[in-house]
């Protein structure tokens, strides 16, 4: 049983000139493993911002507040620490690796996460399901991470890497952007397996309530100007789909 406890965050993004801009202000979130939260939020309020900071990305400051997992203090941990700690983001827009295999990144992630390297036997069969079950080429093994891959297949990477490495936290950002409607139902249920185990947490952010409804939420937050406004059930995501976020921005 593991928890994420998100306490007062503020976060500044760092510009070129090395100003400050100030763009989380004060999240306060907690999540424990088993539990499913979804955030939505309009256009530039920093779900992002918020994803990146607790995965330790460079271009973000933190100004205030905390992050702990288990009661260890995230935010002093290096990237590589805090994925070895259990955390794991499914980025908006996942970069590309040239000159490194799906196969061999999978594998070097799997060893720096359990602290061994994965049997070489049971290994190649596990990669193999794995693609199997997101309907990907067994091609893919061989491609450089991300090259080229089409927007839905790097999404389906995500999810293949989550299914493998089995985080304790899992964030998915903006995950169902440009899958088709079979691929959004195929990555819904490779979610949905990982979440069955009861063993992760998982952090949903989107735009849209479609995917909610493959991956029922146990709470929906509002997320608007840097911090969150309103928290509810997954009814919530239904009234903001027929609403809009209208009456939070002008709150
Ligand atoms: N280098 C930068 N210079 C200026 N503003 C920046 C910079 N990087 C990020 N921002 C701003 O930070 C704000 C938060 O961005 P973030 O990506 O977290 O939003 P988001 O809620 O994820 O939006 P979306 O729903 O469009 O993905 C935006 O207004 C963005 O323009
Ligand atoms: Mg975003």
């Known amino acids: 049983m593991s928890t994420l406890e998100i306490r007062d965050l503020q976060v500044s993004v760092k510009l070129p000139d090395g100003e400050l801009k100030p763009i989380l202000a004060g999240v306060d979130l907690t999540i424990k493993s088993g539990e499913t939260h979804a955030i939505m939020g309009p256009n530039g309020s920093g779900k992002s911002t918020l994803a990146y900071s607790i995965a330790g990305h460079p271009k973000y400051e933190i100004t205030g507040g905390s992050v702990t997992l288990d009661g260890q203090d995230v935010l002093a941990l290096t990237v590589d620490e ?19 295999s799906v196969a061999n990144f999978l594998r070097t992630a799997k060893t720096a996460i359990d602290g061994e390297a994965p049997k ?26 991300n090259e080229g891959f089409s927007g839905g297949e790097k999404k389906r990477h995500e999810i293949m890497q989550l299914e493998l490495l089995k985080p304790k936290m899992a964030i998915l950002d903006e995950t169902d952007s440009g899958l088709d409607i079979d691929a959004l139902q195929i990555v ?40 969150i406004v309103e928290e509810g059930g997954s009814e919530l995501g239904e009234r903001l789909e027929a609403e809009g976020y209208k009456k939070f921005v002008n709150a």
Not at 120 to 144: S, V, Y
Not at 195 to 206: E, Q
């Open 120 to 145: 070489l036997r049971t290994w190649a069969g596990e990669l193999r399901g794995a693609m199997e079950k997101l309907q990907m080429d067994p091609a893919f093994a061989q491609r450089n991470v």
């Open 82 to 100: 805090r994925a070895r700690a259990g955390l794991f983001l499914a980025m908006q827009y996942p970069v590309e690796v040239p000159g490194v």
């Open 188 to 227: 819904s249920e490779g979610v949905n397996r990982v979440r069955a185990t009861g063993d992760t947490g998982f952090l949903l952010i989107t735009h849209y309530t479609r995917i909610l409804r493959y991956i029922k939420p146990d709470f929906v937050h509002v997320f608007v100007g840097g911090r």
